[in-house]
């Protein structure tokens, strides 16, 4: 008894170090942090978002935002509140690649990408992302952060939110309304 008992214990010793070798290999799937910007809205006053050939710029003057070059739409406070809400927020949950060359098969590739640049007062980047869709999970999205080689899922389908269309983030304002204490002379 007092043999098989020796290599019972053995047996279970080499179990216990390959489950921890098992461990050790699935925490650097992980990533350190799930928040993938670390920065609060009020650190950013503009946007960039780029898709393929299209693009827009949206910047804060302190008070309000405004699309560059596009001075006829008003910025919907709605869509800029959601945005905020969920790309600011949004965490990574897990790895997919570790390898460039598989960039644009996860839809984050230089080219096949939606670029996003989030810039302070200075207009220095403070955080920037190439996202993509995920074809793994219609509920997520692909992103790239920075100059990472790594490719992570999200928590959230943001790449909708990244729209380069102008009257998706504003528009046509409602006409004045006429000042009701001047008098018509006849």
Same mark, same amino acid.
């Given at each position: 008894? +007092? ?9 279970? +010793?080499?179990?216990? =170090? ?12 992980? $990533? ?7 920065? @609060?809205? @009020?650190? !950013? %006053?503009? &946007?960039?978002? =780029? /898709? ?7 910047? #804060? ?9 596009? *001075?006829?739409? /008003? !910025? ?6 959601? #945005? ?12 997919? $690649? ?5 960039? *644009?098969? %996860? ?5 096949? +990408? ?19 869709? $995920? $074809? ?12 990472? !080689?790594? !490719?992570?899922?999200?928590? @959230?389908? &943001? ?28």
């Amino acid at each position: 008894m +007092g043999n098989n008992m020796k290599w019972l214990l053995i047996a279970f +010793g080499v179990l216990f =170090v390959l489950f921890g070798i098992n461990k050790m290999k699935q925490n650097q799937l992980t $990533s350190k942090s799930d928040q993938v910007f670390d920065i @609060e809205r @009020e650190d !950013v %006053f503009q &946007i960039n978002i =780029v /898709q393929g050939n299209d693009s827009i710029s949206l910047s #804060f003057n302190g008070e309000s935002w405004a699309i560059d070059e596009i *001075d006829t739409l /008003q !910025v919907k406070d709605t869509t800029m509140d959601q #945005f905020f809400e969920t790309v600011i927020n949004v965490k990574r949950t897990s790895l997919v $690649s570790k390898n460039a060359e598989k960039w *644009d098969k %996860f839809n984050v590739g230089d080219s096949t +990408g939606t670029h996003l640049v989030l810039k302070d007062y200075n207009s220095e980047p403070i955080a920037n992302a190439v996202v993509g869709r $995920s $074809s793994a999970d219609w509920s997520a999205s692909n992103i790239r952060i920075g100059k990472e !080689v790594e !490719v992570y899922q999200t928590n @959230e389908n &943001i790449i909708y939110q990244l729209d380069t269309s102008p009257t998706y983030w504003g528009e046509v304002p409602p006409p004045p309304k006429p000042d009701s204490t001047s008098v018509d002379s006849l």
